[in-house]
């Protein structure tokens, strides 16, 4: 009888224990697993299909809850959305840390990427992408550093490559590497790459990545083309959980794609 | 030997006076006003370190930032709620009511809660940083642009015990350059430490403090002598607490 209730003590307190480590071990919470689910999403236009509206697009977003998210095509003051600032009235809808970053001077302001994070960025930074001869417009990618909650930081970018010819979205697509790969650090890249699976630019210059997303096509609403990627890095230390293709949409001219993905 | 003693000391109050004339350090002479661009920064805060909202009334900020002409609006503990069920920012809602970019200055995870301090500019950004520089402390720097190049360095910090500031201290000297425009919040208990680690004949600081006896934080700002804090003027906001502080911020 002693024993048994010995035996219930120790088995208590051990777990009691497990519990107190397992909650309070800050050097685990870093460098464990983690999980995210990444969205990415060409709102056309800046949201020309919804009379650039946001709400449409927060109200899709919601339902499907992502923690952080690329848009590609979207305006700041530009004349044609009537002078909103399309980025920071999404974020503020869905709450989220909004930054925009500027690919080219347009119609009176503005127009670029994005990136929203449910957490807030550490560090962001717009970046050229070169522009080769036959180029139709200055690209650019937008890379953020976010800090999660566990402690760990997660570099993600957002990016929309030039559609010219697969010759120069590779040499963007090399530029691209040359910002996001210097080190270990998990990084995520969401966009239009303007490029199907079987373009030099996807198949060889974006080896090096892991492609959380399958071939089904991404463009236009009712899709026939793959167009839209989720990549992570590096390769062998991250895997995609489950992805899909939102299609049918109705407002815009891409389909948003959204993993959840995890990080050794 | 006399002429020569003469001599030397003549040479060596000379060279003394030279000296003194070429000094880089010194501060300018302060115009009479109207020469210089006078950059105006609003700050708002309890300045006792809890969060500036207790509710979602954001009415009375809101009216104030639209009825000025800031430059840069600090919201001093904007912080936000990550969690799906109550997610929350109120940083960015005051930006979008405001037509304002808004960036966060990220301090510490409180559970479902993000610390930190919103900034508002009047113009999309190309670079930010959160530098951590110890726990629940970071050194945010935001490159503002004019005519695509940097017009002011802006930077902020929060100190709110000593560690913070031993390890910030560094941080905040390495980085100051002629464009830097650094608007920070301190415990007031700090403020001689604050003082000490930057000495006023090397660095020009202002301090501000509340007109409220009960808060327990002051304002800072540390600048190169390119610039100066010509005024400074506190006012209420609504009827909670909080307190809007106009900074004219001259560049000389």
């Given amino acids: ?264 | 030997m006399r002429k020569i003693n003469i001599l030397i000391l003549l040479a060596v109050g000379f060279s003394i006076f030279a000296s003194c004339g070429k000094e880089d350090d010194s501060p300018p002479d302060l115009p009479d006003g109207g020469k210089h661009i006078t950059y105006p920064i609003q700050l708002y805060s309890r300045l006792n370190n809890s969060q500036l909202f207790n509710t979602d009334d954001f009415a009375a900020v809101i009216g104030r930032i639209r009825s000025s002409q800031s430059y840069l609006t600090i919201l001093h503990r904007i912080d936000a709620v990550y969690n799906l069920s109550e997610i929350r920012n109120p940083m960015v809602s005051i930006a979008e009511e405001t037509v304002k970019i808004p960036v966060f200055i990220w301090n510490r995870y409180a559970g479902t809660r993000v610390e930190g301090s919103g900034i508002l500019v009047g113009q999309t950004i190309g670079e930010m940083r959160n530098i951590p520089t110890s726990d629940g402390c970071s050194y945010f720097s935001l490159p503002l642009m004019a005519n695509e190049s940097i017009n002011m360095n802006f930077a902020s910090i929060t100190f709110e015990n000593e560690n913070q500031l031993a390890a910030g201290v560094a941080t905040i000297k390495e980085k100051l350059d002629d464009k830097t425009v650094l608007v920070g919040i301190a415990g007031k208990i700090l403020q001689e430490k604050l003082k000490s680690a930057f000495p006023e004949n090397d660095y020009p600081i202002e301090i501000i403090e509340g007109k409220d006896e009960k808060t327990n934080q002051i304002i800072f700002v540390i600048t190169s002598r390119k610039w100066a804090v010509r005024e400074h003027k506190e006012a209420p906001v609504g009827a909670d607490g909080i307190s809007c502080f106009d900074l004219e911020i001259e560049k000389l």
Avoid at chain 1, 97 to 104: D, M, Q, Y
């Fill in chain 1, 1 to 264: 009888m002693i024993n048994h209730r010995w035996s219930n003590f120790y088995k208590t307190t051990l777990l009691i224990l497990t519990c107190f480590l397992l909650a309070f071990n800050k050097s685990d919470a870093q460098t464990g697993p983690f999980h995210l689910k990444v969205m990415s999403f060409n709102v056309c236009r800046s949201g020309e299909l919804t009379g650039y509206s946001v709400a449409p697009f927060a109200n899709l977003i919601r339902q499907y809850q992502p923690d952080i998210i690329a848009l590609q095509e979207l305006d700041y003051k530009t004349t044609r959305n009537t002078g909103i600032d399309f980025t920071t009235k999404l974020g503020a809808a869905l709450g989220m840390f909004p930054v925009f970053g500027r690919t080219i001077y347009y119609q009176g302001g503005e127009y670029g990427i994005a990136v929203l994070s449910r957490f807030p960025f550490l560090s962001v930074k717009t970046e050229p992408l070169p522009s080769p001869a036959g180029t139709k417009e200055q690209r650019a990618v937008l890379i953020t550093e976010i800090r999660l909650p566990s402690g760990r930081d997660i570099r993600f970018a957002s990016t929309h490559l030039d559609h010219s010819t697969d010759a120069i979205g590779s040499v963007m697509a090399g530029a691209l590497n040359n910002f996001l790969l210097k080190d270990n650090r998990p990084t995520i890249v969401g966009g239009d790459f303007n490029a199907q699976p079987e373009s030099g630019t996807i198949a060889n210059v974006m080896q090096p990545w892991n492609r959380f997303c399958n071939n089904d096509p991404t463009a236009p609403d009712n899709p026939t083309k793959k167009i839209d990627y989720l990549f992570g890095y590096p390769k062998e230390k991250c895997r995609t959980i489950s992805y899909q293709v939102i299609a049918g949409t109705g407002i815009s001219d891409h389909c948003p794609i959204v993993a959840e993905v995890e990080f050794e």
